[in-house]
């Protein structure tokens, strides 16, 4: 178990729609980062928050977007939806040491499907 | 931009044999982080193994060994004894150290098979 959870583990739903994927970051850790991975590749960066602010953005649709709360848990919306965005959804949180990022940890993941 | 590449798309070994995964990235930095994951049909991304660039000592965890070649950007694990557990995708994953720039690049993974 990393410490990093997200909700929910599955997700179907039709085109056109829209979902929110919800991550808890470990405790302490202030980054948390978006991940997607399609179809037995590699994951694709999407987007990085730090203490509530955008920090870094990867190749993220503009249909996606994402938040970070004052609690650090963080949530990715993903809207018009469609079959090509089914994909696992992941999220990993790190602390950062000065200025150098620390290992992060995984969450379990969102797999989303887009009938 | 930094890329990882994974030349072996599966590769199997018998139970208790070595196994060698391959992979070279591209990039222009000379202080960095590479990474060896494994992905079991769990989905779980479970981090084996870490190399920091400025340390010339190749990485250990107990069964598992990294082949660090900085000059010719080639990091391979190695798996000793292998056991049927270590069935799984392997991704190999480069990480700028800098706070704000520290994303995760991966390849696009080595399916890994264990033969009884």
């Known amino acids: 178990d990393s410490g990093v959870t997200q909700t929910p583990k599955h997700l179907i739903t039709a085109t056109g729609q829209r979902v929110t994927l919800r991550c808890s970051p470990r405790?302490?850790?202030?980054?948390v980062y978006w991940y997607q991975q399609s179809l037995d590749q590699g994951l694709q960066f999407l987007i990085q928050y730090y203490n509530g602010e955008e920090r870094a953005k990867g190749n993220i649709l503009e249909r996606f977007s994402a938040q970070q709360f004052p609690d650090l848990h963080s949530e990715l919306n993903l809207s018009s939806l469609e079959l090509g965005d089914s994909a696992l959804y992941f999220c990993?949180?790190?602390?950062?040491?000065?200025?150098?990022?620390?290992?992060?940890?995984f969450g379990p993941g969102t797999r989303l499907t887009v009938l | 931009a930094q890329t990882v590449t994974q030349s072996q798309p599966e590769m199997s070994v018998q139970e208790a044999e070595t196994v060698t995964l391959s992979c070279t990235y591209d990039t222009s930095e000379s202080d960095y982080y590479l990474f060896w994951y494994k992905q079991p049909p769990s989905r779980q991304m479970i981090l084996v193994i870490r190399?920091?660039?400025?340390?010339?000592q190749n990485a250990t965890e107990n069964r598992f060994s990294v082949n660090f070649q900085k000059a010719a950007k080639s990091f391979s694990l190695k798996i000793s004894d292998s056991q049927l557990g270590d069935a799984a995708m392997y991704f190999c994953?480069?990480?700028?150290?800098?706070?704000?720039?520290?994303?995760?690049?991966f390849g696009t993974g080595t399916r890994l098979t264990i033969i009884p």
């Open positions: 994953a480069y990480q700028l150290p800098n706070f704000g720039n520290e994303k995760l690049t």
């Open positions: 190399q920091e660039a400025y340390k010339q």
């Open positions: 405790s302490g850790d202030l980054s």
């Open positions: 990993a949180s790190s602390t950062i040491q000065g200025a150098r990022s620390n290992e992060q940890f």
